[in-house]
């Protein structure tokens, strides 16, 4: 159900040409938020979420946002909110890079650029919106985290760095903003079904982390955006610095 509140609100969704964050936007969309269809590099499929939104009657636009370059935020936003009229009242800080590789044999150039994409960059961007949403004084800021982040890496030491580090950005700007009406939450999610999981889940390695899911199956993307849609509302106002885990059972805190 649409609420009239949200037609004024806008979102900003980084990473959301695909996976997870296309669900995201195509969802808050449906709800009635004007949606920014953030992308680094994927201009097409981006495009393609965009016109799906339309021709269900929703408002969206894809945004060009590298995470690494502060000046492309900052452009992304200015374009954003100059194309809507009003200022982004809702941040996901969804887009992220993974890479796997033995902790021995991370360089310091992988380290680097998996930190500024997926923790730097999220740190960036909330700086960029945050005085407006301080001026409305209502705001929402959604980290996508990971249940990496919470129980660490194996051959992914430096992804489930920064997404630790994301939870505790999370945590950090609640203590500071909450009572300025600026809410910040953590989603940290597990397995998704998406195009990226779906060759790792081919292998035998993969089924057998399927099988240890308590749920015994993936999360779908619905599911997620669902969660996000009750975090974008007035009734998540109380939730400030919490980390949600959906996971399937996998993890809890």
Known sequence: MIDAANEARLVLVTGASGGVGAEVARHLAQCGYLVGVGYCSRREPAEAVVADIQVR?????????????????QAAVKQLTGHFGRPVSVLVNNGAIAQEKPFNTITDEDWSRMMAINLQGPFAATQEVLPDMLAQGWGRIINISS???????????????SKAGLINLTRSLAKIYSGDGVVST??????????????????????????????GRLADTGEIAATLEFLCSDAAAYLSGQTLNMNGGMHFN
Do not use: C
């Open 57 to 73: 009657g929703g408002k969206a636009l894809a945004i060009e946002l590298d995470y690494a370059s502060r000046s492309s935020i």
């Open 147 to 161: 249940i990496g982040g919470q129980w660490g890496g194996f051959n992914q030491v430096h992804y489930a760095a």
């Open 186 to 215: 953590a989603v940290a999610i597990g397995l998704v079904a998406t195009d990226m999981s779906a060759n790792e889940l081919k292998t035998p390695e993969g089924q057998q982390k399927v099988r240890n899911i308590p749920t």
